[in-house]
């Protein structure tokens, strides 16, 4: 058990090392290791949502869907709740984490986007694969 601990640690320390170089796909498969090995680890949560926001941002137009991480026929309660959850685990004065507080502006970004019925509309139009 020791062994996974330790494991999980040098896992975690070296996600954050990608983390401050913004290699967030590569961290975030270290997080989720990390966190497999030993479910635990402090801020290990969080540093897997960062990661999962800015994973999402890196797409080459942003996916407003994937950064809050709900679905495109989602309604704007849960858009909504989605933002609310997030913003508690990504808000700077909560996590320092490296990238924190820009995928707390994303998540900010894309709730004002999916909230509002005309961008988010012209969004979907846009997005759509023509057959």
């Known amino acids: 058990m020791n062994i996974n601990r330790?494991?999980?640690?040098r896992a975690k320390e070296l996600a954050e090392g990608l983390m401050k170089n913004s290699d967030f796909i590569a961290?975030?498969?270290?997080?989720?290791?990390?966190?497999?090995?030993?479910?635990?680890?402090e801020n290990i949560t969080h540093m897997t949502m960062v990661c999962d926001v800015h994973c999402a941002a890196t797409e080459?137009?942003?996916?407003w869907y994937g950064i809050l991480q709900v679905d495109m026929n989602t309604d704007d309660i849960v858009i909504k709740k989605q933002y609310r959850r997030?913003?508690?685990?990504?808000?700077?004065?909560?996590?320092?984490?490296?990238?924190?507080?820009?995928?707390?502006?994303?998540i900010g970004e894309a709730q004002s986007i999916l909230l509002d019925k005309v961008k988010r509309n012209f969004y979907d139009i846009r997005r759509k694969p023509w057959s």
């Open 27 to 41: 961290a975030r498969k270290l997080a989720l290791k990390a966190n497999k090995m030993d479910p635990t680890l």
């Open 60 to 63: 080459k137009e942003l996916d």
């Open 6 to 9: 330790d494991e999980a640690l």
């Open 86 to 106: 997030l913003a508690l685990l990504l808000h700077p004065d909560k996590n320092k984490l490296p990238g924190a507080e820009s995928a707390f502006k994303l």
